[in-house]
């Protein structure tokens, strides 16, 4: 079974300040990570995706992550963050073909300060 | 423009009265799927369609119907709500390899029941 642990509830941060969001998974099968964001009273859209190939991963808005298969984890990066990315964000993870589920990690509250 | 659209946004009932979530996608998607957040779990998936006619149980199925007669249309049904079904619901879809692919979210239904 595939799972996927976010460890951080919340994370506040000041405006022009790096930030790393933690995700670490586990599954038994080759896999798929994702990263989605929430802003206030939306829904969810892709950041970034891991298929394969390079293990660093580019998205939008700045937002980077790194698949690390030793540690099993796929953390996010933004090197400056801004007010507007205050948000919630879920790390995902899928690959069963059986199912076509994606597993969704319990998220991220990023609140970006002044 | 492409998106996945869900009515209402916002509903307050009372328990056991009968109720509709519609969801509508307009990108020709085979995979849709009805997740509900709640505080501190996340998102769990309710029931899912790989296609037409084809629905199955996702994590937190007991209480929720779904159908799909047309490719477009997943509504979620309520036949008789409960307090502990009182949080945020929503659908989304994406093309048929959906372990691959980004899934598209709809803006979201809150729902209270009490």
């Known amino acids: 079974a595939q799972s996927v642990t976010q460890l951080d509830s919340q994370v506040p941060v000041f405006e022009e300040a790096p930030v790393e969001l933690r995700c670490n998974y586990s599954?038994?099968?080759?896999?798929?990570l994702f990263w989605y964001v929430q802003y206030p009273n939306q829904g969810l859209q892709l950041l970034l995706k891991?298929?394969?190939?390079?293990?660093l991963v580019k998205g939008i808005n700045g937002f980077e992550a790194e698949f690390n298969k030793s540690q099993t984890s796929f953390h996010l990066r933004k090197p400056s963050v801004h007010i507007s990315d205050t948000a919630e964000y879920f790390c995902?993870?899928?690959?069963?073909?059986?199912?076509?589920?994606?597993?969704f990690g319990t998220g991220t509250r990023l609140q970006v300060f002044p | 423009e492409a998106q996945v659209t869900q009515n209402p946004r916002y509903l307050i009932t009372v328990t056991g009265k009968k109720l509709t979530v519609t969801c509508s996608q307009n990108?020709?998607?085979?995979?849709m799927s009805w997740y509900r957040q709640d505080p501190g779990l996340g998102l769990r998936q309710i029931y899912y369609?790989?296609?037409?006619?084809?629905?199955d149980k996702g994590d937190v199925p007991e209480g929720y119907k779904v159908s799909r007669k047309e490719k477009r249309n997943f509504p979620l049904i309520l036949e008789s709500p409960s307090p502990n079904q009182t949080s945020l619901y929503f659908c989304?879809?994406?093309?048929?390899?959906?372990?691959?692919?980004?899934?598209?979210f709809g803006p979201g239904t809150r729902l209270t029941v009490l």
């Open positions: 599954s038994s099968v080759s896999v798929y």
């Open positions: 369609s790989m296609n037409v006619e084809v629905t």
């Open positions: 995902a993870v899928s690959g069963d073909v059986n199912t076509d589920k994606l597993i």
């Open positions: 891991y298929l394969s190939g390079s293990t």
């Open positions: 989304a879809s994406s093309p048929p390899l959906a372990v691959r692919d980004e899934q598209f």
């Open positions: 990108m020709n998607h085979e995979y």
